[in-house]
């Protein structure tokens, strides 16, 4: 277990240097002068006042430095939690533009793995022994499962936020409102939230739901549930065991899920116009703020990493048969 | 008399019609006794096993019936059957090696189990303690999961197991086939000596490799294609086998036909036939060096001594 905990410690160790490092590199290595855009925004046409204001720029983000001075000065920053500057929110530092739009990405994500992983698995488990519920279930199940997510949210939108009305289809919260502590703004704020994650939710919700059922049928009809039915034991107990282990792969399953937690909902922030991280990705690029756009990557990065190096531990705990693959086994 | 299968029919249900694995069998088994059943692979060994305890999804009972201990055991209702398992009739699987839960700790499996039988574990451990010592297992392995288990070590753990609640009948499929020699022969005497203390009343004792047999078995019932070929005590069909099968199942033995004055057979040639649409007639027919025109009607098991019966026309 010990020489187990140190080779992944390496293993995640390495990785999140070399992708703290590609994340240093590639903003570098895109098109586009980022001072340049903030000195043409300016719309100050005296060239005088553009080369200082060039320069001033520069040395605000580090740039006049040779680049492996950059390199060094950036993991120095990055230990100090300073990600720079925003150049599209000048002069808001990156670190307080992405730590506000996380509560946003989590707010939808947690629920929405959690929920659907619950929901999904128990209606897999049901579906495993009711053949009423498995013919409902499992068409409907492949049917949100093989939908593009992009139509499933869009079909969202359209259905409850244009024809009904029932939901708003864009922001976190009105933009007639200033975020406080109130009923009304929480309310509100509930309001946005409902289609974004309900998309999520349906998403990968029959997915749980079929390789629940799967797994499950799967299970019972191994050796082991043979065996036990052969010497007596009551349907309930077989059940029992099967729905245990079919619970492993699946809770890998989740694992994977919770390390796209900061990453995952990309897609649906676009669609909905929703101010989480994937949104602020794509604000980003569409303002060429590269500081920006390494911080919120940088920031997803290793939640992914430090998710799965605790899933990977976690799962050894939960599973004998990955523990005695380690030690070596004694059969 | 411990068990009486009389006319036993239990066939495979497919998409290209029945397998007949199972078609009218009938013998008996005396308390006290360990038959061994022989017969190549495929023809319906662990069928008739599993026939005895638990019919699987596609196994259907055609007909006949199963008396244990004087009581007719209700084959096809799959409920009803579950008071006369483990308590009366028991079974080691064909696939002990992954009988167990994997992520269960066997003792932590074993207390479900009896749990779910109404026996508290505590008031059985001593007695699970003693047999484990009897197949040469420390009591350490109830705190350990299968995969940590040799396979030798996994089998004796399935046969204290399978007997602890002393059944009246034993099923064990192919108990020996997946060991190496020395855990075979250790694998073999258990078997024995649970019968000897008492753990097991009579014990039904599969194999596909007869030699096995002659170590355990009092009495040997060879099968062929779904019928019976032969019952005798074991040293009656090493010594004078009656039916051409069982002489050329032991010919395929070397030691056997090299003490035996028996014409050496080379191997068994041909295939058993299809169950699915098996020949009218005596089965073995196409293989058969004896085999001559009355072979075109079924021959009946008789009895041709005290104990010995066989199904041969060939046989007076
Ligand atoms: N699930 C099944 N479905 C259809 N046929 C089967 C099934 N299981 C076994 N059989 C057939 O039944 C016959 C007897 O099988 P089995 O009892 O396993 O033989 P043995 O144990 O003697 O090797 C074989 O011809 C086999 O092909
Ligand atoms: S009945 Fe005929 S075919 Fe069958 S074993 Fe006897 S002699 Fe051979
Ligand atoms: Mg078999």
Redesign the pocket.
């Given at each position: 277990m010990r020489g187990y905990l140190a080779r992944k410690t390496l293993v995640y160790g390495v990785t999140f240097v070399v992708a703290v490092t590609l994340n240093w590199l590639i903003p570098r290595l895109m098109p586009g002068d980022p001072v340049q855009r903030m000195v043409a925004r300016a719309a100050v046409q005296h060239p005088e006042t553009i080369a200082s204001m060039t320069e001033y720029y520069e040395r605000t983000f580090g740039l006049d430095l040779p680049i492996w001075q950059q390199y060094l000065n950036y993991w120095a920053a990055l230990f100090r939690g300073d990600l720079g500057t925003s150049v599209w929110l000048f002069p808001t530092p990156v670190s307080q533009v992405v730590l506000d739009a996380v509560p946003y990405t989590l707010g939808i994500m947690i629920p929405a793995i959690l929920l659907s992983f619950v929901v999904g698995n128990s209606v897999g488990a049901m579906a495993a022994r009711s053949r009423w519920l498995d013919n409902v279930a499992l068409p409907v199940g492949y049917l949100i499962t093989a939908m593009p997510y992009m139509w499933l949210a869009i079909l969202l939108a359209w259905g409850f936020g244009v024809a009904l009305g029932w939901f708003p289809v864009a922001g976190g919260y009105d933009f007639g409102l200033v975020p406080q502590w109130s009923w009304s703004f929480a309310g509100d704020l509930l309001q946005h939230w409902v289609l974004p994650f309900l998309s999520l939710f349906l998403v990968s919700l029959g997915g749980w739901a079929i390789g629940m059922r799967n797994l499950i049928i799967y299970e019972l009809e191994s050796d082991y549930a043979n065996y036990l039915a052969a010497l007596g034991a009551p349907r309930r107990l077989i059940r029992q065991y099967a729905f245990r282990n079919a619970m492993l792969p699946q809770i890998t399953g989740l694992a994977l899920q919770l390390g796209t937690i900061l990453g995952g909902a990309l897609v649906t922030e676009i669609v909905f116009a929703y101010p989480g991280l994937g949104k602020l990705v794509l604000s980003a690029i569409q303002n060429q703020d590269f500081f920006l756009l390494q911080g919120t990557l940088l920031f997803v990065v290793i939640g992914v990493l430090l998710a799965n190096f605790v899933i990977d531990i976690v799962y050894v705990l939960v599973d004998p048969r990955t523990r005695t693959g380690l030690t070596g086994g004694t059969a | 008399m411990a068990l009486a299968v009389n006319d036993l029919k239990v066939w495979y249900r497919t998409v290209r019609g029945d397998v007949k694995a199972l078609d009218g069998v009938t013998f008996e088994v005396a308390d006290g006794e360990i038959m061994g059943i022989a017969g190549e692979s495929g023809c319906g060994k662990t069928t008739l096993g599993k026939a005895l305890i638990r019919l699987d999804t596609r196994m259907r009972h055609v007909g006949g019936s199963v008396v244990l201990d004087d009581v007719e055991l209700p084959l096809a209702d799959d409920g009803a059957m579950r008071r006369h398992r483990y308590r009366e009739v028991s079974l080691i699987p064909q696939y002990a090696m992954s009988a167990m839960n994997p992520t269960r700790k066997i003792g932590r499996m074993i207390r479900d189990l009896l749990s779910a039988h109404n026996v508290r574990y505590a008031d059985v451990l001593p007695e699970l303690e003693r047999r484990l010592e009897l197949v040469g297992l420390d009591a350490e392995v109830l705190g350990r999961y299968p995969i940590e288990l040799s396979g030798g070590m996994k089998q004796r753990v399935v046969l204290v197991l399978s007997t602890l609640l002393n059944p009246s009948l034993l099923v064990g499929d192919e108990v020996t086939s997946a060991l190496d020699v020395s855990s075979q022969k250790a694998v073999a005497r258990a078997l024995v000596e649970f019968r000897d203390h008492g753990f097991v009343r009579s014990m039904i004792v599969i194999t596909h490799d007869i030699s096995v047999l002659f170590q355990v078995a009092d009495t040997i019932l060879v099968m062929y294609a779904g019928h019976l070929?032969e019952k005798a005590p074991a040293k009656t069909i090493i010594s004078q086998p009656l039916?051409?099968?069982t002489k050329m199942l032991i010919g395929a033995l070397p030691k056997v036909g090299d003490r035996y004055e028996e014409q050496q057979l080379e191997g068994i040639e041909g295939r058993p036939p299809s169950l699915l649409e098996p020949p009218a007639?005596?089965?073995?027919?196409d293989?058969?060096?004896?085999?001559?025109d009355?072979?075109a009607e079924?021959?009946p098991f008789r009895k041709v001594a005290e104990g010995h019966h066989v199904?041969?026309?060939?046989?007076s």
């Open positions: - | 070929a039916h051409p099968y007639g005596c089965r073995f027919r293989r058969c060096p004896l085999v001559h009355k072979c079924a021959p199904a041969c026309w060939a046989v």
